[in-house]
């Protein structure tokens, strides 16, 4: 599973249509099709329901869109997080003055 595969799963959900999401992206319409069924091939689920006139969530579709949210959250944090080090200089191992002091100590006989 794919952060883009998420984005694309959460612009359908929200925009309740796939040309909506496509817009919302700034991908063509067929791009978030072709996510939507890999994400639902992978899955073994269909995520949701489609008919001509709106796009439903599916009870699949409906856990997976919170899961979806913190995800994606999770992602933009991690993102924050490495751009805050790199604002303030911090280059090296949190606490330790290298990698392998970690690990030598990680690995000590107890």
Do not use: C, W, Y
């Not at 319409?29 to 939507?36: G, K, L, W």
Request: net charge positive; proline share 3%.
């Amino acid at each position: 599973m794919e952060l883009r595969q998420l984005e694309h799963f959460v612009a359908v959900a929200e925009e309740a249509n796939f040309t909506r999401a496509a817009a919302r992206l700034h991908v063509v319409q067929s791009a978030v099709s072709a996510t939507i069924k890999s994400l639902e091939r992978e899955l073994g689920m269909p995520l949701l329901d489609r008919n001509s006139k709106r796009v439903l969530l599916t009870d699949a579709g409906a856990a997976l869109l919170p899961r979806a949210h913190a995800a994606l959250e999770a992602a933009r944090e991690a993102v924050d997080a490495v751009a805050e080090a790199r604002r303030t200089g911090r280059h090296t191992a949190a606490g330790h003055d290298d990698l392998g002091s970690a690990s030598r100590r990680s690995s000590a006989p107890r």
